[in-house]
């Protein structure tokens, strides 16, 4: 217990010492150089680049923190006294807060422009080694990022500055690090070719400024994928009721919209708790249209729409979030959880070729875990689809929860409650839903006319009037997230590295996301408990909640 004691304290104050951009100390009355940094850490897993300035006549380290942008590029400014015998020493951290390399230089810094200055980071946990450039002249390009589609184009520019901030009259040369993914001509004009992220360079002598570029699928391109992996539905065989308006199944978010508004004039406008939710429910209760689907023609007949958001990583992992609005979700021990309007949704994780799925990630409101795809894998999802355009591990299928409406990978008929992953599920033939057959529509567009409000503050814009908070438009792809987020009925947080099951149940254990694919549910001497933790060696051990790679192998890969 001391151990993890002071390894989170360790972890704690590097936080602290991490988190803040500005320098910690201030600098001896002296004159100043201005040194730009440039190093590419792309292909790594390291998320934090910490500069540290010494020498005799400076009282305190100065600390500085170096920005890394969307194309792993650490690249800013820092100002120290000038003086002799300054120490530079530069250290590299994963995401987990570990040191992943090292390395230093002294040298004598004189006010306004330097020579070029390079330090070699050698790794300490067997990475490759990392070189960061130093120099008094900087670059910078505008914009610093961009987004385009294959075919179109974007300007970029670059401009030269000394140690002193003045401008240099001088021309760059312009790179492209991926040309297959983003070319780039001698005045900066950009031109997508493919799907990826490239960095488009401007170089000037041993200087240079970064834009990070990503190319996004063709709008026709990405809908096939979406719709190759939409996920197939199985609802609980005694959750939909064709007498009941408000039973629980997904419908129309635009019905829903539309029938908000029907007790207003003057047009649309935003409800919320103070803007009359109650009163123009009561209004609309007249209206043709339920506040809730309990009947599955809709979604057979192919009206019922999906909606997603799709994100490609640096590497080419495609995820894509899809998402079902229910109308109404009923009271899951019949006396609590009612939700009026609420959104599920399930994540699904492409290998980097986009040829299979990985991983997918089933939800239930804001608790999750993950089933890495592939038949070596010990928790491997209940069932898969297979599509003949993609093969094998296309398509998840999801058990969707009687009430809570949560997306799991296997069915349950012998327990239900307000637990989370703990609902009924227990689907019949007639309670299917191919959802890629219906209606595909993209969050980061407009084609429904309530996604504009959705954008609007969470004080101008609730769904329905016990509104839970759940805006998809809002909801980003994460990709810095862990595999595993479990709760039990209230919010205690199971820490994913705990599981529990009941009689009846067979298998697949609760809660806890797969281990990585090269590792295996712990079942060695000294466990504790088998299956609750995961095993790489006799003596290295971890839960169920490690982050989610965005690269296929080792830890996703399990054929």
Known sequence: MKKLAVAAALLAAFAVFVGCPQDLTEPPDAGMAELSIV???????????????????????????????????????????????????????????????????VVDVVPGQNPPITILLYPLMGDVPILVELGSYRVEVNPTSGELFPGETIQLSATIYDGEGNVVEEEVRWASSMPTVATVDANGLVTGVSEGVAEIVANYGNVRGVSAVQVWFSPSLLKAYVRAFAPILKFDGSAPDPSLEDGGLPMDAQLWFDEMLCGETGGPQPHHDAGGGAAVRAACAQHSIPWGNGNMDPLLAGEVPTYFRARIAPTGQLRIDYWWFYGHQPKCDFASGDHIADWEHVKVVTSTDHKSVVAVVYYQHAGWYTRIVGSGAPNFPYEMDSDPRIGDYARPIAYVGKNSHGAYDYPNDHWGDCRYFEDWRNPSANTVWRTHEGPLYDLDGDEQAWMAFDRLPAANWYWGYTDVGTHPTK????????????????????????????????????????????????????????????????????AHDWWLPTVDEPDLIRY
């Open 39 to 105: 190093a590419d850490v792309s292909g790594t897993n390291i998320t934090g680049l910490v500069v540290e300035v010494t020498g005799v006549d400076i009282p305190e380290p100065l600390i500085f923190n170096i920005p890394i942008n969307a194309a792993g590029i650490a690249q800013g400014m820092i100002n120290i006294p000038a003086g002799s015998d300054r120490r530079i020493l530069i250290r590299a951290y994963d995401d987990n807060s570990i040191e992943t390399h090292r390395g230093d230089t």
């Open 475 to 542: 909801v980003d792809i994460d990709f810095g997230m862990k595999v595993c987020h479990g709760y039990n009925a209230f919010g205690s947080d199971y820490g994913c590295g705990l599981a529990f099951s009941y009689p009846g149940k067979v298998g697949l254990p609760e809660v806890v996301s797969d281990c990585k694919a090269t590792d295996t549910d712990c079942g060695i001497a000294g466990c504790a408990e088998e299956g609750l933790l995961c095993v790489l060696a006799p003596w290295t051990i971890y």
